[in-house]
Protein backbone atom coordinates (compact mmCIF):
# COMPACT_ATOMS: atom_id res chain seq x y z
CA UNK A 1 0.00 0.00 0.00
CA UNK A 2 1.56 3.22 -1.29
CA UNK A 3 1.19 6.67 0.96
CA UNK A 4 1.21 10.06 0.20
CA UNK A 5 2.91 12.92 2.24
CA UNK A 6 0.84 13.99 5.09
CA UNK A 7 -1.35 10.63 5.44
CA UNK A 8 -3.66 9.63 8.06
CA UNK A 9 -5.09 6.52 9.17
CA UNK A 10 -7.96 6.08 11.07
CA UNK A 11 -9.07 3.61 14.06
CA UNK A 12 -11.50 3.79 16.34
CA UNK A 13 -11.99 7.01 17.93
CA UNK A 14 -8.28 7.92 17.24
CA UNK A 15 -5.61 9.32 14.59
CA UNK A 16 -2.37 8.96 14.21
CA UNK A 17 -0.66 11.56 11.74
CA UNK A 18 2.46 12.10 10.29
CA UNK A 19 3.78 15.24 9.52
CA UNK A 20 5.88 15.83 6.13
CA UNK A 21 9.63 15.84 6.46
CA UNK A 22 10.11 14.08 9.61
CA UNK A 23 11.30 10.70 9.86
CA UNK A 24 9.20 7.61 10.39
CA UNK A 25 8.27 7.42 13.81
CA UNK A 26 8.83 11.06 15.25
CA UNK A 27 6.69 13.68 15.30
CA UNK A 28 3.53 11.25 15.63
CA UNK A 29 0.82 12.79 17.60
CA UNK A 30 -2.34 10.81 19.42
CA UNK A 31 -5.40 12.21 19.18
CA UNK A 32 -9.14 11.91 20.53
CA UNK A 33 -12.42 11.98 18.19
CA UNK A 34 -13.18 15.57 19.55
CA UNK A 35 -9.62 16.62 18.89
CA UNK A 36 -9.90 15.59 15.53
CA UNK A 37 -12.95 17.66 14.75
CA UNK A 38 -11.53 20.23 16.28
CA UNK A 39 -8.41 19.94 13.82
CA UNK A 40 -11.07 19.29 10.83
CA UNK A 41 -12.05 22.55 11.78
CA UNK A 42 -9.52 25.09 10.35
CA UNK A 43 -10.62 26.55 6.85
CA UNK A 44 -8.92 25.14 3.79
CA UNK A 45 -9.66 28.60 2.42
CA UNK A 46 -9.98 31.68 3.79
CA UNK A 47 -11.95 34.35 2.22
CA UNK A 48 -9.21 36.38 0.59
CA UNK A 49 -8.27 32.71 -0.93
CA UNK A 50 -11.56 32.14 -2.58
CA UNK A 51 -12.08 35.78 -3.91
CA UNK A 52 -8.69 35.37 -5.31
CA UNK A 53 -9.81 32.45 -6.92
CA UNK A 54 -13.10 33.54 -7.95
CA UNK A 55 -13.00 37.28 -9.37
CA UNK A 56 -10.26 36.06 -11.99
CA UNK A 57 -12.47 33.74 -13.20
CA UNK A 58 -15.74 36.34 -13.67
CA UNK A 59 -12.89 38.51 -15.88
CA UNK A 60 -11.81 35.08 -17.77
CA UNK A 61 -15.56 34.17 -18.34
CA UNK A 62 -16.61 37.46 -18.74
CA UNK A 63 -13.77 38.15 -21.66
CA UNK A 64 -15.03 34.64 -23.10
CA UNK A 65 -18.83 35.73 -23.50
CA UNK A 66 -17.79 39.29 -24.46
CA UNK A 67 -15.28 37.76 -27.59
CA UNK A 68 -18.35 35.82 -28.40
CA UNK A 69 -20.97 38.64 -28.83
CA UNK A 70 -18.11 40.98 -30.59
CA UNK A 71 -17.72 37.80 -33.31
CA UNK A 72 -21.82 37.99 -33.68
CA UNK A 73 -21.57 42.08 -33.81
CA UNK A 74 -19.09 42.00 -36.32
CA UNK A 75 -20.46 39.08 -38.49
CA UNK A 76 -23.94 40.83 -38.61
CA UNK A 77 -22.49 43.61 -40.70
CA UNK A 78 -22.14 41.12 -43.42
CA UNK A 79 -25.94 40.28 -43.26
CA UNK A 80 -28.12 37.76 -41.70
CA UNK A 81 -27.27 34.65 -43.57
CA UNK A 82 -23.35 35.16 -42.05
CA UNK A 83 -24.85 35.80 -38.50
CA UNK A 84 -27.37 32.36 -39.07
CA UNK A 85 -24.47 30.61 -40.36
CA UNK A 86 -21.81 31.45 -37.40
CA UNK A 87 -25.02 31.23 -34.57
CA UNK A 88 -25.59 27.69 -36.18
CA UNK A 89 -21.70 26.52 -36.21
CA UNK A 90 -21.29 27.66 -32.33
CA UNK A 91 -23.79 25.23 -31.72
CA UNK A 92 -21.41 22.36 -32.52
CA UNK A 93 -18.49 24.02 -31.60
CA UNK A 94 -20.11 24.70 -27.98
CA UNK A 95 -20.73 20.71 -28.46
CA UNK A 96 -16.79 20.30 -28.59
CA UNK A 97 -15.60 22.76 -26.10
CA UNK A 98 -17.73 21.08 -23.57
CA UNK A 99 -16.22 17.60 -24.59
CA UNK A 100 -12.69 19.56 -23.96
CA UNK A 101 -14.14 21.06 -20.50
CA UNK A 102 -15.47 17.83 -19.21
CA UNK A 103 -11.73 16.14 -19.63
CA UNK A 104 -10.88 19.27 -18.12
CA UNK A 105 -13.05 19.06 -15.05
CA UNK A 106 -11.84 15.68 -14.14
CA UNK A 107 -8.41 16.69 -14.18
CA UNK A 108 -9.13 19.73 -11.90
CA UNK A 109 -11.39 16.90 -9.66
CA UNK A 110 -8.52 14.62 -9.45
CA UNK A 111 -6.04 17.18 -9.05
CA UNK A 112 -7.69 18.74 -6.56
CA UNK A 113 -7.61 15.69 -4.33
CA UNK A 114 -4.89 15.12 -4.45
CA UNK A 115 -3.33 18.68 -3.40
CA UNK A 116 -5.79 17.73 -0.55
CA UNK A 117 -4.51 14.70 0.32
CA UNK A 118 -1.28 17.14 0.36
CA UNK A 119 0.44 14.32 -2.50
CA UNK A 120 2.12 16.78 -4.60
CA UNK A 121 3.92 13.42 -6.92
CA UNK A 122 0.48 12.11 -8.30
CA UNK A 123 -0.97 15.81 -8.84
CA UNK A 124 2.63 16.13 -11.37
CA UNK A 125 1.72 13.13 -12.93
CA UNK A 126 -2.15 14.09 -12.88
CA UNK A 127 -1.06 17.19 -14.81
CA UNK A 128 0.76 15.75 -17.32
CA UNK A 129 -2.21 13.09 -18.04
CA UNK A 130 -4.50 15.63 -18.26
CA UNK A 131 -2.13 17.18 -20.86
CA UNK A 132 -1.88 14.56 -22.95
CA UNK A 133 -5.28 13.45 -23.00
CA UNK A 134 -6.77 16.57 -23.89
CA UNK A 135 -4.33 17.21 -27.41
CA UNK A 136 -5.40 13.54 -28.42
CA UNK A 137 -8.80 14.45 -27.97
CA UNK A 138 -8.39 18.16 -29.52
CA UNK A 139 -6.29 16.65 -32.51
CA UNK A 140 -9.45 13.93 -33.33
CA UNK A 141 -12.00 16.52 -32.81
CA UNK A 142 -9.93 18.81 -35.26
CA UNK A 143 -9.97 16.02 -37.92
CA UNK A 144 -12.98 15.14 -38.04
CA UNK A 145 -14.96 18.47 -38.19
CA UNK A 146 -12.16 19.81 -40.81
CA UNK A 147 -12.56 16.71 -43.35
CA UNK A 148 -16.32 16.18 -42.81
CA UNK A 149 -17.57 19.57 -41.72
CA UNK A 150 -20.41 19.96 -45.15
CA UNK A 151 -21.60 16.56 -44.03
CA UNK A 152 -21.94 17.29 -40.42
CA UNK A 153 -23.95 20.75 -41.10
CA UNK A 154 -26.04 18.82 -43.41
CA UNK A 155 -26.98 16.25 -40.85
CA UNK A 156 -27.49 17.92 -38.44
CA UNK A 157 -29.47 20.76 -39.41
CA UNK A 158 -30.68 19.39 -42.97
CA UNK A 159 -31.97 21.49 -45.60
CA UNK A 160 -30.61 25.54 -45.19
CA UNK A 161 -30.56 27.80 -47.42
CA UNK A 162 -27.69 28.01 -49.96
CA UNK A 163 -25.82 31.35 -48.33
CA UNK A 164 -26.35 30.18 -44.79
CA UNK A 165 -25.35 26.50 -45.69
CA UNK A 166 -21.84 28.06 -47.30
CA UNK A 167 -21.05 30.37 -44.37
CA UNK A 168 -22.15 27.47 -42.00
CA UNK A 169 -19.22 24.79 -43.72
CA UNK A 170 -16.53 27.64 -44.05
CA UNK A 171 -16.70 28.68 -40.58
CA UNK A 172 -16.34 25.13 -39.15
CA UNK A 173 -14.04 24.40 -41.37
CA UNK A 174 -11.72 27.29 -39.72
CA UNK A 175 -12.50 26.84 -36.66
CA UNK A 176 -12.02 22.66 -36.38
CA UNK A 177 -8.29 24.15 -36.69
CA UNK A 178 -8.17 25.44 -33.62
CA UNK A 179 -9.92 22.95 -31.42
CA UNK A 180 -6.12 20.63 -30.55
CA UNK A 181 -5.30 24.67 -29.23
CA UNK A 182 -8.05 25.06 -27.27
CA UNK A 183 -7.80 21.76 -25.56
CA UNK A 184 -4.09 22.41 -24.59
CA UNK A 185 -5.24 25.76 -23.09
CA UNK A 186 -8.39 24.53 -21.19
CA UNK A 187 -5.87 21.70 -19.40
CA UNK A 188 -3.42 24.16 -18.51
CA UNK A 189 -6.44 26.85 -16.87
CA UNK A 190 -7.94 23.76 -15.51
CA UNK A 191 -4.60 23.39 -13.64
CA UNK A 192 -4.44 26.24 -12.76
CA UNK A 193 -7.91 26.66 -11.10
CA UNK A 194 -7.08 23.34 -8.97
CA UNK A 195 -4.17 24.89 -7.48
CA UNK A 196 -5.99 28.15 -6.36
CA UNK A 197 -4.23 30.60 -9.04
CA UNK A 198 -7.21 31.55 -11.53
CA UNK A 199 -4.79 35.00 -12.27
CA UNK A 200 -2.40 33.29 -14.81
CA UNK A 201 -4.98 31.82 -16.67
CA UNK A 202 -7.33 35.45 -16.42
CA UNK A 203 -3.96 37.03 -17.81
CA UNK A 204 -3.33 34.73 -20.83
CA UNK A 205 -7.26 34.65 -21.61
CA UNK A 206 -7.02 38.83 -21.66
CA UNK A 207 -4.58 38.30 -24.34
CA UNK A 208 -6.07 35.69 -25.97
CA UNK A 209 -9.60 37.55 -26.47
CA UNK A 210 -7.37 40.76 -27.45
CA UNK A 211 -5.97 38.80 -30.27
CA UNK A 212 -9.40 37.93 -30.94
CA UNK A 213 -11.07 41.18 -31.17
CA UNK A 214 -8.15 43.03 -33.01
CA UNK A 215 -8.16 40.58 -35.99
CA UNK A 216 -12.00 40.01 -36.19
CA UNK A 217 -11.69 44.12 -36.63
CA UNK A 218 -9.55 43.54 -39.64
CA UNK A 219 -10.68 40.58 -40.78
CA UNK A 220 -14.35 41.46 -41.37
CA UNK A 221 -14.08 45.62 -41.65
CA UNK A 222 -10.36 46.21 -43.59
CA UNK A 223 -10.54 42.54 -45.71
CA UNK A 224 -13.86 41.90 -45.80
CA UNK A 225 -13.91 38.41 -45.54
CA UNK A 226 -17.21 37.72 -43.92
CA UNK A 227 -17.20 34.67 -41.61
CA UNK A 228 -13.42 33.76 -42.16
CA UNK A 229 -12.81 37.04 -41.21
CA UNK A 230 -13.85 36.33 -37.54
CA UNK A 231 -12.99 32.64 -37.87
CA UNK A 232 -9.13 32.82 -38.08
CA UNK A 233 -8.32 35.31 -35.58
CA UNK A 234 -9.69 32.42 -33.12
CA UNK A 235 -7.55 30.14 -34.63
CA UNK A 236 -4.31 32.45 -33.93
CA UNK A 237 -5.35 33.54 -30.36
CA UNK A 238 -6.04 30.13 -29.43
CA UNK A 239 -2.71 29.00 -30.31
CA UNK A 240 -0.68 31.61 -28.76
CA UNK A 241 -3.34 30.91 -25.32
CA UNK A 242 -2.22 27.46 -25.04
CA UNK A 243 1.27 28.30 -25.96
CA UNK A 244 1.34 30.66 -23.35
CA UNK A 245 -0.15 28.40 -20.69
CA UNK A 246 1.26 25.36 -21.15
CA UNK A 247 4.95 27.35 -20.51
CA UNK A 248 3.59 28.72 -17.31
CA UNK A 249 2.22 25.94 -16.00
CA UNK A 250 6.00 23.98 -16.49
CA UNK A 251 6.88 26.54 -13.76
CA UNK A 252 8.37 24.36 -10.43
CA UNK A 253 7.69 27.32 -8.60
CA UNK A 254 3.97 26.18 -8.95
CA UNK A 255 2.15 23.94 -6.38
CA UNK A 256 1.58 21.44 -9.29
CA UNK A 257 4.42 21.01 -11.94
CA UNK A 258 3.56 20.18 -15.31
CA UNK A 259 6.59 18.23 -16.83
CA UNK A 260 7.44 16.87 -20.45
CA UNK A 261 7.81 13.93 -18.61
CA UNK A 262 4.58 12.69 -17.77
CA UNK A 263 3.03 13.56 -21.13
CA UNK A 264 5.04 10.99 -22.88
CA UNK A 265 3.50 8.05 -22.53
CA UNK A 266 -0.19 7.17 -21.18
CA UNK A 267 -0.13 6.34 -17.21
CA UNK A 268 -3.57 3.54 -16.71
CA UNK A 269 -3.88 4.51 -13.29
CA UNK A 270 -4.61 8.33 -13.34
CA UNK A 271 -6.01 7.91 -17.11
CA UNK A 272 -8.60 5.82 -15.44
CA UNK A 273 -8.81 8.41 -12.37
CA UNK A 274 -9.71 11.33 -15.10
CA UNK A 275 -11.74 9.72 -17.01
CA UNK A 276 -14.02 8.25 -14.35
CA UNK A 277 -15.05 11.99 -13.97
CA UNK A 278 -14.11 12.95 -17.24
CA UNK A 279 -16.41 10.54 -19.34
CA UNK A 280 -19.75 10.58 -17.11
CA UNK A 281 -19.19 14.68 -18.24
CA UNK A 282 -18.28 14.33 -21.02
CA UNK A 283 -21.18 11.92 -22.09
CA UNK A 284 -23.70 14.37 -20.10
CA UNK A 285 -22.00 17.83 -21.54
CA UNK A 286 -22.00 16.67 -25.12
CA UNK A 287 -26.03 15.51 -25.22
CA UNK A 288 -27.08 18.62 -23.27
CA UNK A 289 -25.11 19.87 -26.54
CA UNK A 290 -26.60 17.93 -28.93
CA UNK A 291 -30.20 18.85 -27.06
CA UNK A 292 -29.54 22.20 -27.92
CA UNK A 293 -28.50 21.49 -31.46
CA UNK A 294 -31.47 19.73 -31.91
CA UNK A 295 -33.93 22.58 -30.39
CA UNK A 296 -32.39 25.12 -32.93
CA UNK A 297 -32.67 22.76 -35.67
CA UNK A 298 -36.66 23.05 -34.73
CA UNK A 299 -36.13 26.72 -34.89
CA UNK A 300 -34.50 27.14 -38.00
CA UNK A 301 -37.59 25.24 -39.49
CA UNK A 302 -38.95 28.75 -38.84
CA UNK A 303 -36.59 30.67 -41.22
CA UNK A 304 -33.67 33.40 -40.72
CA UNK A 305 -35.74 35.69 -37.78
CA UNK A 306 -36.00 32.83 -35.74
CA UNK A 307 -32.91 31.60 -36.14
CA UNK A 308 -31.08 35.15 -35.59
CA UNK A 309 -33.51 36.11 -32.86
CA UNK A 310 -31.59 32.87 -31.33
CA UNK A 311 -28.60 33.60 -32.19
CA UNK A 312 -28.51 36.95 -30.20
CA UNK A 313 -30.36 36.08 -27.12
CA UNK A 314 -28.06 33.23 -26.25
CA UNK A 315 -25.47 35.77 -26.80
CA UNK A 316 -26.81 37.96 -24.24
CA UNK A 317 -27.96 35.35 -22.12
CA UNK A 318 -24.60 34.37 -21.65
CA UNK A 319 -23.88 38.11 -20.10
CA UNK A 320 -26.50 36.96 -17.35
CA UNK A 321 -24.61 33.76 -17.10
CA UNK A 322 -20.89 34.82 -16.63
CA UNK A 323 -20.61 35.18 -12.58
CA UNK A 324 -22.31 31.77 -12.13
CA UNK A 325 -19.93 29.64 -14.71
CA UNK A 326 -17.23 31.14 -12.61
CA UNK A 327 -18.26 30.35 -9.43
CA UNK A 328 -19.61 26.74 -10.82
CA UNK A 329 -15.48 26.30 -12.23
CA UNK A 330 -14.56 27.82 -8.99
CA UNK A 331 -16.69 25.29 -6.86
CA UNK A 332 -15.00 22.06 -8.62
CA UNK A 333 -11.32 23.39 -7.08
CA UNK A 334 -12.76 24.16 -3.82
CA UNK A 335 -15.05 21.46 -3.06
CA UNK A 336 -12.40 18.88 -4.57
CA UNK A 337 -10.12 20.21 -2.28
CA UNK A 338 -12.23 19.60 0.52
CA UNK A 339 -13.18 15.74 -0.25
CA UNK A 340 -9.65 15.26 -0.91
CA UNK A 341 -8.55 16.02 2.65
CA UNK A 342 -11.90 14.05 3.78
CA UNK A 343 -13.03 17.24 5.07
CA UNK A 344 -17.08 16.74 4.28
CA UNK A 345 -18.32 19.31 6.74
CA UNK A 346 -16.21 22.15 5.23
CA UNK A 347 -17.29 20.90 1.68
CA UNK A 348 -20.79 21.20 2.48
CA UNK A 349 -19.66 24.85 4.15
CA UNK A 350 -18.43 25.93 1.50
CA UNK A 351 -20.94 25.05 -1.18
CA UNK A 352 -23.27 26.80 0.68
CA UNK A 353 -21.38 29.93 0.56
CA UNK A 354 -20.51 30.09 -2.78
CA UNK A 355 -24.39 29.33 -4.03
CA UNK A 356 -24.82 32.14 -1.96
CA UNK A 357 -22.07 34.04 -3.78
CA UNK A 358 -23.86 32.95 -7.15
CA UNK A 359 -26.97 34.06 -6.14
CA UNK A 360 -26.16 37.24 -5.49
CA UNK A 361 -23.83 37.54 -9.00
CA UNK A 362 -26.52 36.47 -10.88
CA UNK A 363 -29.28 38.75 -9.61
CA UNK A 364 -26.48 41.55 -10.10
CA UNK A 365 -26.08 40.45 -13.80
CA UNK A 366 -29.37 39.72 -14.75
CA UNK A 367 -31.23 42.48 -13.22
CA UNK A 368 -28.55 45.00 -15.58
CA UNK A 369 -29.37 42.83 -18.67
CA UNK A 370 -33.24 43.45 -18.22
CA UNK A 371 -32.59 47.18 -17.27
CA UNK A 372 -30.53 47.88 -20.39
CA UNK A 373 -32.34 45.07 -22.67
CA UNK A 374 -33.20 47.93 -25.18
CA UNK A 375 -29.63 49.58 -25.46
CA UNK A 376 -27.71 46.19 -25.45
CA UNK A 377 -30.29 44.60 -28.62
CA UNK A 378 -29.52 48.01 -30.34
CA UNK A 379 -25.88 46.61 -30.98
CA UNK A 380 -26.94 44.43 -33.40
CA UNK A 381 -27.89 45.22 -36.58
CA UNK A 382 -31.41 43.39 -36.54
CA UNK A 383 -34.95 44.01 -38.32
CA UNK A 384 -37.57 44.85 -36.03
CA UNK A 385 -39.32 41.25 -36.37
CA UNK A 386 -36.01 40.03 -35.05
CA UNK A 387 -35.22 42.54 -32.47
CA UNK A 388 -38.38 41.92 -31.23
CA UNK A 389 -38.28 38.66 -30.37
CA UNK A 390 -35.06 38.21 -29.06
CA UNK A 391 -36.14 40.85 -26.63
CA UNK A 392 -38.86 38.39 -25.32
CA UNK A 393 -36.50 35.55 -25.37
CA UNK A 394 -33.75 37.12 -23.20
CA UNK A 395 -36.45 38.21 -20.70
CA UNK A 396 -37.43 34.46 -20.54
CA UNK A 397 -34.08 33.32 -19.79
CA UNK A 398 -33.07 36.26 -17.69
CA UNK A 399 -36.18 35.92 -15.26
CA UNK A 400 -35.91 32.57 -14.63
CA UNK A 401 -32.26 32.42 -14.40
CA UNK A 402 -32.66 34.32 -11.24
CA UNK A 403 -34.30 31.58 -9.37
CA UNK A 404 -32.91 28.48 -11.12
CA UNK A 405 -30.17 28.29 -13.01
CA UNK A 406 -27.19 28.44 -9.84
CA UNK A 407 -29.49 25.46 -8.56
CA UNK A 408 -29.27 23.64 -12.32
CA UNK A 409 -26.06 24.19 -13.30
CA UNK A 410 -24.02 25.71 -9.87
CA UNK A 411 -24.51 23.20 -7.02
CA UNK A 412 -24.13 20.19 -9.66
CA UNK A 413 -19.74 21.14 -9.74
CA UNK A 414 -20.40 20.61 -6.16
CA UNK A 415 -21.60 17.00 -6.69
CA UNK A 416 -18.91 16.39 -9.46
CA UNK A 417 -16.30 17.13 -7.39
CA UNK A 418 -16.79 14.23 -4.72
CA UNK A 419 -17.02 11.76 -7.59
CA UNK A 420 -20.52 11.85 -7.96
CA UNK A 421 -20.70 12.25 -11.20
CA UNK A 422 -23.54 9.58 -12.64
CA UNK A 423 -25.90 10.71 -10.77
CA UNK A 424 -25.58 14.22 -12.52
CA UNK A 425 -25.29 12.24 -15.71
CA UNK A 426 -28.68 10.71 -15.42
CA UNK A 427 -30.28 13.75 -14.05
CA UNK A 428 -29.16 15.83 -16.97
CA UNK A 429 -29.76 13.10 -20.02
CA UNK A 430 -33.06 12.26 -18.34
CA UNK A 431 -34.45 16.47 -18.38
CA UNK A 432 -32.69 16.85 -21.49
CA UNK A 433 -35.03 14.15 -23.09
CA UNK A 434 -37.95 14.51 -21.49
CA UNK A 435 -38.59 18.45 -20.65
CA UNK A 436 -35.98 20.21 -23.11
CA UNK A 437 -36.67 18.15 -26.20
CA UNK A 438 -40.02 16.81 -25.60
CA UNK A 439 -41.98 19.98 -24.57
CA UNK A 440 -39.79 21.74 -27.13
CA UNK A 441 -40.84 19.71 -29.62
CA UNK A 442 -44.71 19.94 -28.75
CA UNK A 443 -44.62 23.48 -28.38
CA UNK A 444 -42.23 25.06 -30.79
CA UNK A 445 -43.46 22.66 -33.72
CA UNK A 446 -46.96 21.11 -32.87
CA UNK A 447 -48.08 24.14 -31.05
CA UNK A 448 -46.07 26.51 -33.61
CA UNK A 449 -44.57 28.82 -31.30
CA UNK A 450 -41.34 28.37 -32.63
CA UNK A 451 -38.11 29.68 -30.34
CA UNK A 452 -40.73 31.44 -27.78
CA UNK A 453 -41.73 27.05 -27.11
CA UNK A 454 -38.20 26.01 -27.05
CA UNK A 455 -36.82 28.04 -24.04
CA UNK A 456 -39.77 27.49 -22.47
CA UNK A 457 -39.42 23.86 -22.13
CA UNK A 458 -35.79 24.99 -21.09
CA UNK A 459 -36.92 26.74 -18.13
CA UNK A 460 -39.37 23.70 -17.42
CA UNK A 461 -35.77 21.53 -17.72
CA UNK A 462 -34.02 23.82 -15.30
CA UNK A 463 -36.99 23.21 -12.90
CA UNK A 464 -36.39 19.03 -13.08
CA UNK A 465 -32.55 19.84 -12.71
CA UNK A 466 -33.13 21.98 -9.46
CA UNK A 467 -35.27 19.37 -7.87
CA UNK A 468 -33.15 16.62 -8.56
CA UNK A 469 -29.61 18.26 -6.98
CA UNK A 470 -31.22 19.81 -4.08
CA UNK A 471 -32.57 16.52 -2.67
CA UNK A 472 -29.03 15.04 -3.95
CA UNK A 473 -26.85 17.29 -1.93
CA UNK A 474 -29.27 17.48 1.04
CA UNK A 475 -29.42 13.59 1.43
CA UNK A 476 -25.75 13.37 1.52
CA UNK A 477 -25.48 10.33 -0.98
CA UNK A 478 -22.68 12.19 -2.41
CA UNK A 479 -20.21 11.98 0.29
CA UNK A 480 -19.97 7.89 -0.02
CA UNK A 481 -18.63 8.49 -3.63
CA UNK A 482 -14.97 9.63 -3.23
CA UNK A 483 -12.56 6.55 -3.67
CA UNK A 484 -9.09 7.79 -3.30
CA UNK A 485 -5.96 5.52 -4.44
CA UNK A 486 -5.20 4.60 -0.71
CA UNK A 487 -8.16 4.58 1.19
CA UNK A 488 -8.24 5.57 4.95
CA UNK A 489 -7.54 2.43 6.98
CA UNK A 490 -10.12 1.77 9.75
CA UNK A 491 -8.93 -0.14 12.73
Same mark, same amino acid.
Given at each position: MRFGPGYVIVVPRR?????????????? %?? &???? @?????????????????TLIWPLLVEQALAVTVGMADTMMVSRAGEAAISGVSLVD?? #????? #???????????????????????????? *??????? &???????????????????????????????????? $???? =????????? +??????????????? #? !?? %??? =?????????????? /????????????? $???????? =?? $??????????? !??? @??????? /???? =???????????? %???? !????????????? +????????? *?? $????????? #??????????????? &??MIAVVGRCVGARDYGQAVRYTRRMMGYAYLAMALSNGAILLFLPQLLGLYELSGETAALAMLLVRIHAGCALVLWPLAFVLPNALRAAGDVRFTMLVSIFSMAVWRLGFSYILALELGHGAVGVWIAMVIDWVCRSSCFVLRFARGRWKSKYKPDTPVADG
Open positions: IFCRFEGRPRGEGT %IF &LTQK @NRESASAAPLFTKRALWMI #NNLII #NLFAALATGGAVVISQYLGARDKPDADR *GAGQLVL &LSGILGLAAGGLCLAAAAPIVRVVYGALDADVFSAS $VEYL =RITAVSYPF +LALYNAGAALFRSMG #N !SR %ISM =RVSILMNAINIAGN /AVGVFVLHLGVAG $VAWPSVIS =RA $VAAVLILRAAA !SPE @NAVTLAP /AACR =RLDGMLVRRILN %IGVP !SAFENSLFQAGRI +LVVSMIAAF *GT $VQISANAVA #NNLDGMGIIPGQALG &LA
